[in-house]
């Protein structure tokens, strides 16, 4: 059985980002890139599958800009077989990247897609449940346990209120929410090894899919800022401060 | 063309009763559509669907009910939605784990955009939300004929649960896709108020050192003050809290009168999830923890005596 895992470049969680004065968007410039923290969870899924004997091939795909090529190669020194980057200068959204993922999965016919539930820059959380619609397989998102039998998934999901489990018809799409497991490091002769492992390079237009993004960004600000506060000296201090200040008690 | 805009706003309910979220839904869909219709659809759903009638500014609820939309199944709830979807200007849900899980794939199926957890409607086609938790605000337009978006609740205020006097209509379900099947759910069972619409939330980080020190320094608190139970997501990892407890980007996003934050550093992802509290109250032995940056009110102290201390005095 084959899986494809889907990962994005986006800015270190660690970056305490900028928006540019001009309000036209984030500064990127000389930033920190890495893996996006779900898809690495997602990586690491897709390698303990193999491990086990679920799977017999991991496929990472990108969709992006040529340095995206740095994330496939992450992935590969996680244990990923082979990359495919799809590579465009376009500003990919949720719907493209979802046509791509798509067309990538007519060529290679996986079993199982696994994507991170969210990507931490746009925090869009919707890319997976339009492949699978566009797919029209089964999706189980937010996935915090799998496990694949008799040609099903099945997959406690984290929803509101507590846990779900679902039994879904593979192929299918799931999505990985952080306690899924706990993501490995690259070893250096893994990170070596990477290096060699076959990475193929399409385009949008190869695929036949339309990328024009659907939604235009029309300025980006800063939230407004929450006015300093006070450090008060005891606990009697404070109780008074919510009770005849806020108001609140 | 429709002659006027029409918004459907589609519930996330538990069967009986209508999640207080769909109602914050309902508010942003009122400022986008001239009308705003309700979905309810599930598997004995009647209770909720006369809930959603009452909501004020409804002026119809369209019910489905049948085997095959129990339990929220994304596969059947979106072929649904997909179906009744032609002929509104506006798609919206709840950005709950259920409209998080149904948007998309409805969007894709009428090959839209979809918009995630708007926190305001500046016109018909443009909206605000916040990206790279919550450190930036982007204001983006669509000009697809129908507007799908999930809702965050925090950004606008709830209808009124009573007022409305909707129609009430059945529609006629999908078949099942067979895509999917419910397994089992593990309900946190709890008597406390729902952790996103809770007036006052007492939320603890990782120096709570354990589940039992963790819940006996922190329930009396809530309880007192008649608050929820959240943490942070070192809290949570730690197995000292339940995962729907986490307050964060990747979490609940929370906005109470109160949130009084015991042992939690504040790392950006926490913040993400709750500086839209009226007042914030942070309690950290570090005083140059970056909670009290965005705290109303900080107290230096080890929360083992500040929080029964707390407790007392109230």
Known sequence: MKAIVAVKRVVDFNVKIQVLPDGSGINLAGVKMSMNPFDEIAVEEAVRLKEKGVLTEVVAVSCGPAACQETLRSAMALGADRGILVETDVELQPLGVAKLLKAVMEREQPQLVLLGKQAI???????????????????????????????????????????????????????????????????????MKAKSKPLARLTPAELGVDVTPRLSTLKVTEPSKRKAGVKVPDVATLVDRLKNDAKIL | MTAFACALVVAYHEGESIHPTTRHAVTAASQCGDDVHVLVAGDGCAEAARAAAAIAGVSRVLHADAPSLANGLAENHAALVWALAQGYSHVFFSASSYGKNVAPRVAALLDVAQVSDIIRVLDAHTFERPIYAGNAIATVRSDDAIKVATVRATGFPAAPAEGGTASIESVAPVGDTGLSAFVSRAAARTDRPDLGSARVVVSG????????????????????????????????????????WQVGQTGKIVAPELYIACGISGAIQHQAGMKDSKVIVAINKDPDAPIFDIADYGLVADLFDAVPQLVASL
Do not use: H, W
Request: proline share 5%; charged share 20%; glycine share 10%.
């Open chain 1, 121 to 191: 820059d746009d925090d869009c959380n919707q890319t997976g449940q339009m492949l699978a619609a566009l797919a029209g397989i089964a999706q189980a998102t937010f996935a915090s346990e799998v496990r694949i039998a008799d040609g099903r998934a099945c997959v406690t999901r984290e929803v509101d209120g507590g846990l779900e489990t679902l039994s879904v018809a593979l192929p299918a799409v799931i999505t990985t929410d952080l306690r899924l497991n706990e993501p490995r490091y690259a070893s250096l002769p893994n990170i």
């Open chain 2, 205 to 244: 980080g990782r120096a709570l050192g354990s589940e039992e020190t963790f819940l006996s320094v922190l329930v009396p608190l809530a309880d007192k003050l008649g608050g929820a139970l959240g943490a942070s997501r070192a809290a949570v990892d730690a197995g000292y809290a339940p995962n729907d």
